[in-house]
């Protein structure tokens, strides 16, 4: 079992930035990836950015490319989403994810490809 706790999240204004961590325990040595997703009201949730190993590769959602960067130290926790030049539309409550289950490149992007979860963090942007 793993347990992923969220912190970071609040109130910015447009523009501005924000990192939120997540902090795994529990069975963490057999993590494969970790993934940031997020969910805005009535929509569904919605991939942000992924880690993978054992090569430390990143991956990113097409709206936050160039915005937003997902790290990690070499112990692999806690993980990072650096949040830059944030927008409105980035409101939402965001979710951290693992999987120790190896998997393919396409599945780090889906809800799907993770086994824990955490219980999220709001993230809100003002105009």
């Known amino acids: 079992q793993v347990q992923l706790v969220e912190s970071g999240g609040g109130l910015v204004q447009a523009g501005g930035s924000l990192r939120l961590s997540c902090a795994a325990s529990g069975r963490t040595f057999s993590t494969f990836a970790m993934g940031w997703f997020r969910q805005a009201p009535g929509k569904e949730r919605e991939f942000v950015a992924a880690?993978?190993?054992?090569?430390?590769?990143?991956y990113y959602a097409d709206s936050v490319k160039g915005r937003f960067t997902i790290s990690t130290d070499n112990a692999k926790n806690p993980v990072y989403l650096q949040m830059n030049s944030l927008k409105p539309e980035d409101t939402a409550v965001y979710y951290c994810?693992?999987?120790?289950?190896?998997?393919?490149?396409?599945?780090?992007?889906?809800?799907?490809?993770?086994?824990?979860w955490g219980q999220g963090t709001q993230v809100t942007v003002s105009s």
């Open positions: 880690i993978a190993w054992p090569r430390g590769l990143t």
């Open positions: 994810a693992a999987s120790q289950t190896p998997r393919s490149l396409a599945d780090w992007g889906k809800t799907q490809g993770y086994d824990y």
